[in-house]
């Protein structure tokens, strides 16, 4: 299940970059900056969370971020959570991860769970921000499929 999660991240960062990049060419338009820096934020509290290490973050919907943030924040959120999975076992996914919400509400979910979540939560909101790109004016969207991303590191 690891490696599988680690595959999962690869794709993820794929499909974050092909987006970043339409955003930029599509003029970095507010609502898909709002959106990309809220998939972003998410990352990192969900992160935090199974660490068990405080939020660093107030909340997941950053103010007034830019394009060069979001470029610079996809990697590194791509690298830490690579070196968290890298750092766990196999055995270490089914450990009960305790968390708060940004509104102090205390929940319980299973690792795997979380980081299920975490990729689910960014191609739902990856859809979002190609939708946000479409109303501003872009005809085309990049290809995010992960068939296609399979196919693209097959070639």
């Not at 509290?45 to 610079?72: D, G």
């Not at 196999?90 to 102090?104: M, Q, R």
């Not at 299920?116 to 109303?135: D, E, P, S, Y």
């Amino acid at each position: 299940m690891k490696t599988y999660f680690l595959k999962m991240f690869n794709y993820n960062l794929f499909a974050n970059q092909q987006l970043i990049q339409a955003v930029e060419t599509g003029g970095s338009p507010a609502t898909t900056l709002k959106l990309m820096g809220h998939l972003l934020a998410a990352e990192q509290a969900w992160l935090e969370r199974c660490k068990l290490i405080p939020p660093s973050i107030p909340n997941s919907w950053p103010e007034n971020i830019t394009i060069e943030q979001c470029k610079k924040q996809v990697p590194e959120r791509y690298e830490a959570w690579v070196a968290f999975l890298n750092e766990i076992n196999e055995e270490d996914l089914n450990k009960i991860i305790p968390y708060h919400s940004f509104t102090g509400d205390y929940f319980e979910n299973q690792l795997s769970d979380i980081i299920t979540q975490v990729l689910n939560h960014g191609t739902h909101t990856r859809a979002q921000i190609g939708q946000q790109l479409k109303f501003a004016g872009t005809k085309t969207l990049p290809v995010t499929d992960y068939s296609y991303y399979l196919r693209v590191l097959n070639s």
